[in-house]
Nanobody, 111 residues
Framework: VQLVESGGGLVQPGGSLRLSCAAS????????MSWYRQAPGKERELVAT????????NYADSVKGRFTISSDNAKNTVYLQMNSLKPEDTAVYYC?????WGQGTQVTVSS
């Protein structure tokens, strides 16, 4: 299993970013996917999940209405669209599937 995240960066409060996680080494369409994040000095927390096939999604209360998880089976990729970003969204964001982790992508929300 290999997961490669991309799309992080520095953005001002209120801005948007779209993270991508390219997956390989397993049959993507058979498995749900998740995004987690870890802020400095804090534990890693679940942000969003999507079921295999994309029919069901779940979000942490802190991101509901601002973040959207989606997947593209043709590209073996899961996305996290993040809107109305806040400074407290600053963290390293990780993709997870079948108990495996990507290397993470840094998101910094600051003016």
């Amino acid at each position: 299993v290999q997961l490669v995240e991309s799309g992080g960066g520095l953005v001002q409060p209120g801005g948007s970013l779209r993270l991508s996680c390219a997956a390989s080494g397993f049959t993507f369409r058979f498995y749900g996917m998740s995004w987690y994040r870890q802020a400095p000095g804090k534990e890693r927390e679940l942000v969003a999940t999507i079921s295999s096939g994309g029919g069901r999604t779940n979000y942490a209360d802190s991101v509901k209405g601002r973040f959207t998880i989606s997947s593209d089976n043709a590209k073996n990729t899961v996305y996290l669209q993040m809107n109305s970003l806040k400074p407290e969204d600053t963290a390293v964001y990780y993709c997870n599937a079948i108990g495996s982790w990507g290397q993470g992508t840094q998101v910094t929300v600051s003016s």
